[in-house]
Nanobody, 117 residues
Framework: QVQLVESGGGLVQAGGSLRISCEAS????????MMWYRQAPGKEREFVAQ????????YYAASGKGRFTISRDNAKNTVYLKMITQNPENTAIYYC??????????WGQGTQVTVSS
C-alpha cells in the first residue's frame, strides 16, 4: 500500500503563486509515476500534470499548460505542484495519484486551494 498525503493548500490571492506537496509512504516512491488532478466545485475531477518515476519527463493538460509546474524529490518521497493562481475560477481540490508500472493506483485525500479576487 502507498499512503499519499497532500499539503500546502489554503487561501491565496489571485495573481499569486502556490506550491502544494504530496508526500508518499509505504512503498518505494521512485517506482511510481506521479500525477496531480484537480476538482473544481460542481465539476468532474480532471488531470493536471504527470511526472515520470525519475523526474525526467513531465506532461501537462493543455488547459493548464504554462500555469502549473510539476516536480519531485525522490529522496524526500515527495511530489510538488507549483501553480499560478490567476483568478477565483482556479479554486479546486487538488489530488495526487501514484501509478506503478503494473497499474497499482493510489490517491491522496486532496488539499483545498481557494483563490480570492
Amino acid at each position: 500500500q502507498v499512503q499519499l498525503v497532500e499539503s500546502g493548500g489554503g487561501l491565496v490571492q489571485a495573481g499569486g503563486s502556490l506550491r502544494i506537496s504530496c508526500e508518499a509512504s509505504g512503498r518505494t516512491f521512485s517506482n511510481y509515476d506521479m500525477m496531480w488532478y484537480r476538482q473544481a466545485p460542481g465539476k468532474e475531477r480532471e488531470f493536471v500534470a504527470q511526472i515520470s518515476r525519475n523526474g525526467a519527463y513531465t506532461y501537462y493538460a493543455a488547459s493548464g499548460k504554462g500555469r502549473f509546474t510539476i516536480s519531485r524529490d525522490n529522496a524526500k518521497n515527495t511530489v510538488y505542484l507549483k501553480m499560478i493562481t490567476q483568478n477565483p475560477e482556479n479554486t479546486a481540490i487538488y489530488y495526487c495519484k501514484a501509478v506503478s508500472l503494473s497499474g497499482e493506483t493510489y490517491w491522496g485525500q486532496g488539499t483545498q486551494v481557494t483563490v480570492s479576487s
